[in-house]
């Protein structure tokens, strides 16, 4: 059988890159954080550190070596800075290893009390389970587009739906701030929808009876009425992942 030629081998890993990045995840540690991320959920370093069975320190040099070979992405959310898996390729490439592998993503567990769980009010727009639904529903719908970057747009079928719905859209653009854009959910870990339409839908949703807020908590309420008018939004399900 002929060996391939010497430069053909170098092309397949150009300066190093693939034996770079299997190193990366061929530590423990490592790739015990990266597994634990396939769920599509964000977790924060000391999480991840958790999961690794590492001191936080040695987490924050594992997580700055994936970071810098291009296997995580880090989102800053107030306070608080998550991981999350940089792309879909990665995703994938992670996918066959494991299934050569035979293992198995770890399961998301969020200590939140259940009913802030469902839904809750992040400042002025709808958090939790039912704000991650919505904001998947939107995007699936063809309503917003940008689902990968920091500023959604607003499609015409989606402005035309919104605007019967009883959202003013131009109003809402004209607001100093962001028109619409995704806010990570600290329970949840998905984006759910924040910005200008996100505080808009939430104020059309308390004014129409689909949600009723809590008297002393960010706790929201689903109402009879939402569930019937709206099932596709308020009927809630285990919210679906992106992608």
């Known amino acids: 059988m002929p060996r391939p030629a010497p430069d053909a081998a170098r092309t397949a890993d150009t300066d190093g890159r693939l034996a770079r990045i299997a190193g990366a995840i061929a530590e423990p540690a490592r790739s015990r954080m990266l597994c634990s991320l396939m769920d599509g959920r964000a977790r924060t370093a000391t999480e991840l550190a958790t999961l690794a069975e590492v001191a936080p320190s040695t987490a924050s040099v594992h997580l700055a070596r994936l970071r810098d070979d291009g296997l995580l992405s880090q ?4 306070k608080h800075r998550y991981f999350r898996l940089a792309s879909d390729d990665v995703a ?30 992040c400042y002025d727009h709808v958090a939790g389970a039912l704000g991650v639904q919505l904001h998947d529903r ?8 940008g689902l990968d970057s920091g500023a959604y747009q607003l499609t015409e079928a ?6 019967t719905l009883g959202l003013d859209i131009d109003a809402l653009r004209q607001r100093r701030r962001r028109f619409a854009c995704p806010c990570l959910d600290w ?34 309420a689903i109402t009879p009425k939402g569930v019937r008018e709206l099932p596709e939004i308020f009927a809630l399900g285990e919210p679906r992942q992106n992608g």
């Open 158 to 163: 989606g402005a035309l739906a919104l605007q």
């Open 92 to 121: 994938a490439a992670l996918e066959g290893l494991m299934f050569i592998a035979g293992a198995a993503p770890s399961r998301f567990e969020p200590n939140t009390p259940s009913r802030l769980r469902v839904a809750r009010t």
């Open 187 to 220: 329970s949840e870990r998905r984006n759910h929808l924040g910005g200008a339409l996100g505080a808009g839908w939430l104020a059309l949703s308390l004014r129409r009876g689909w949600l009723r807020q809590g008297l002393d908590d960010r706790a929201l």
């Open 75 to 78: 989102v800053a959310q107030g």
């Open 138 to 145: 939107l995007h699936a719908q063809g309503w917003l587009s």
